[in-house]
């Protein structure tokens, strides 16, 4: 059984920042990469970051592109995201999800395996 459990959201205000934390558990030897999502009030599921397991490929959506960074300890089976420079706009639930197939970083329908989310809430 696969595992994804985040933790790190919170409330904070615009111009802070936050790290959120991605531990997997399970089959995680499966996996060939893994990214962030969010999803914001009455908006559908986007892509955020994702890192390929090697590490070697990251890819960012343009709206966190220089103001986010993702990382992931092996070791720990954990992946992560640095949120810096946080505006309102990335109030948003965030969801880690790890993949197993497919050669694209970004298609959310490549993704099998998701956690419960984390809320991040950014005042102005």
């Known amino acids: 059984q696969v595992q994804l459990v985040e933790s790190g959201g919170g409330l904070v205000q615009a111009g802070g920042s936050l790290r959120l934390s991605c531990a997997a558990s399970g089959r995680t030897f499966n996996y060939n990469a893994m990214g962030w999502f969010r999803q914001g009030p009455g908006k559908e599921r986007e892509f955020v970051a994702a890192?390929?397991?090697?590490?070697?490929?990251?890819y960012y959506a343009d709206s966190v592109k220089g103001r986010f960074t993702i990382s992931r300890d092996n070791a720990k089976i954990t992946v992560y995201l640095q949120m810096n420079n946080l505006k309102p706009e990335d109030t948003a639930v965030y969801y880690c999800?790890?993949?197993?197939?497919?050669?694209?970083?970004?298609?959310?329908?490549?993704?099998?395996?998701w956690g419960q989310g984390t809320q991040v809430t950014v005042s102005s």
């Open positions: 999800a790890g993949k197993v197939s497919g050669a694209s970083l970004s298609l959310i329908k490549e993704y099998a395996y």
């Open positions: 890192i390929s397991w090697s590490g070697t490929r990251t």
